[in-house]
């Protein structure tokens, strides 16, 4: 069972403008969430995380918002620029677990 | 920097061969991670390990087994290669999942 959702396989988004990319939990213990960008034959790589205890965390164009009601996070990046195509996974963990729980990934494209 | 490296890219081998896939991480984490990605299916965990010759089972443990003999190594195997496990292998390691987890380049198998 997919304790994390990425419900929408791809977005497209014109160059310069906000690309949204969303993401849903179903386990309550999950307090830490991570986003991953990958590129085609290349590994993830760490682009930002938010902790439970925030609901929001900025780091330049990217910003992570966290609805710990509604089990929802979501990803912001302003602006999209065409080298932010990939694909991105949502993940979560639970504090004393040694797991990374990833989402199915959305394809971003940013169209110049 | 964090440097997690896989023994090979791309890997052709035959069903019934028996798979090694190596990885090696340079910045003492004790966590180390398999994982296969699918398309559609995101990042599925095979096995992890938080310590030496330490071993948990993912989410997708049968046709696999690891070995970790030493911390920087730890190995994923395929007793019996099939060809649903062609696929893109991800080895990752981190020193606490809060502060995320790095991966190695990828191992893309196929097996024919």
């Not at chain 1, 014109?14 to 179903?26: F, K, V």
């Not at chain 1, 995380?49 to 509604?70: C, H, M, P, Q, W």
Request: proline residues 4%.
């Amino acid at each position: 069972d997919q304790q994390v959702k990425q419900n929408s396989p791809s977005l497209s988004v014109q160059e310069g403008r906000i690309s949204i990319l969303n993401c849903d939990y179903t386990n309550s213990m999950f307090d830490y969430f991570l986003w991953y960008k990958k590129y085609p034959a290349e590994g993830p790589t760490f682009l930002i995380s938010i902790s439970s205890i925030k609901d929001k965390n900025e780091d330049g164009r990217f910003t992570v918002f966290l609805n710990k009601s509604a089990k929802h996070l979501s990803l912001h990046i302003v602006p999209s620029q065409p080298g932010d195509s990939a694909v991105y996974f949502c993940a979560a963990s639970a504090t004393g677990a040694n797991n990374l729980f990833f989402g199915t990934g959305t394809r971003l494209t940013v169209i110049p | 920097d964090v440097k997690v490296t896989q023994s090979s890219r791309y890997l052709v081998k035959r069903t019934g061969e028996k798979v090694f896939l190596e990885c090696v991480q340079d910045m003492d984490h004790e966590n180390m991670f398999w994982y296969r990605q699918d398309p559609g299916l995101g990042l599925r965990l095979i096995y992890f390990s938080y310590d030496v010759k330490m071993k948990e089972k993912g989410d997708i443990p049968e046709g696999y087994s690891v070995s970790r003999e030493k911390k920087e190594r730890f190995s994923l195997i395929l007793e019996s290669a099939s060809t649903n496990q062609t696929s893109m292998y991800l080895c990752a390691s981190s020193l606490s999942l809060t502060m995320g987890a790095f991966f190695g380049q990828g191992t893309r198998l196929t097996v024919v």
